[in-house]
């Protein structure tokens, strides 16, 4: 049977530490074969490091039959820009060369933390917030070694979907494409990044009832061009849906289960009108395309 793939988690945070091996456990059981691990800031890029080279290396394309393996991607967080030292650019290539399968990853753009994240959130606590200019400064940069490379890239979008759209279309573009990691934005902007060379992610948070043009967008995003993610521990899913679950926080925030991924691959299956076989076939086949493939020129 071909194999669950999560496209975009981050499974080297220090808030799964204490659950990891049993996490591991349950992605092994649950089928998911394939796990791409998002950095987001100097500090952690050694971590996603040290977690994903401890694990086998993938092989074969992802139909084949294999233990867990995690794929890493590292890459400056919009979030994380204005924390960045002088010597990010020379960190961040480092471990590009010293990681032959690594993506760039998780890059991108947020006008959420300049006007609508609360002042007092605290998973921005000590972070200083780079102006739009400076996030699309450090983007541009990062997309540009992308495709230098010819090397996958994962995007985050929040609230700045037309500046995104804006760099895309006047940047040069990796020609294998890019993911852009549970997409928020609308349809017809979709279409418009598809053409650039877009892939789109869907995330198990959508399944939340006031979600639903997000559902019913994801019934429309052309096929080819699908994957689905967890963003773990992040964007949990609506409690009644989860099959894995994992205790809560120190300040009682709730972490998604990873596992939980054969529930958010059931759910867009039955949206899309498709069999989950089906289904599974078609992300392995994507997921090749943009993050396992060489050859791609």
Request: net charge negative; proline share 7%; with cysteine.
């Amino acid at each position: 049977m071909t194999p669950l793939i999560d496209a975009h988690n981050h499974l080297h945070d220090d808030w799964l530490a204490p659950y990891r091996e049993s996490v591991f456990e349950d992605l092994e059981s649950a089928g998911i074969q394939i796990c791409v691990v998002n950095g987001t800031n100097e500090a952690d890029w050694p971590e996603v490091r040290t977690l994903c080279s401890a694990r086998p290396a993938l092989q074969t394309a992802a139909t084949h039959h294999q233990p867990l393996v995690l794929l890493p991607s590292f890459g400056l967080h919009p979030w994380d820009v204005g924390n960045r030292t002088p010597d990010w650019q020379q960190h961040l290539q480092s471990q590009i060369d010293r990681n032959p399968n690594a993506s760039i990853g998780e890059i991108g753009l947020d006008h959420w933390i300049l006007d609508r994240a609360r002042p007092d959130d605290s998973r921005l606590a000590g972070l200083r917030r780079a102006p739009m200019e400076e996030q699309i400064e450090v983007f541009r940069w990062q997309l540009a070694l992308a495709t230098d490379r010819n090397l996958p890239v994962s995007i985050h979008c929040l609230d700045a979907f037309g500046a995104l759209h804006e760099v895309l279309r006047s940047t040069p573009l990796p020609p294998r494409g890019f993911l852009l990691h549970a997409y928020s934005g609308s349809y017809e902007l979709a279409e418009s990044f598809a053409k650039l060379g877009a892939y789109f992610s869907f995330n198990g948070a959508f399944l939340e009832s006031r979600k639903e043009r997000l559902r019913e967008m994801y019934t429309r995003i052309r096929t080819d061009r699908l994957l689905i993610e967890t963003d773990a521990p992040a964007m949990r899913l609506p409690a009644d849906r989860e099959t894995f679950r994992l205790p809560p926080g120190p300040e009682g925030n709730p972490f998604n289960h990873p596992a939980n991924l054969v529930v958010t691959y059931a759910a867009l299956a039955q949206l899309r009108g498709t069999s989950v076989d089906s289904l599974r076939d078609q992300v392995a086949e994507n997921f090749d395309r943009l993050f396992i493939r060489t050859n791609v020129s």
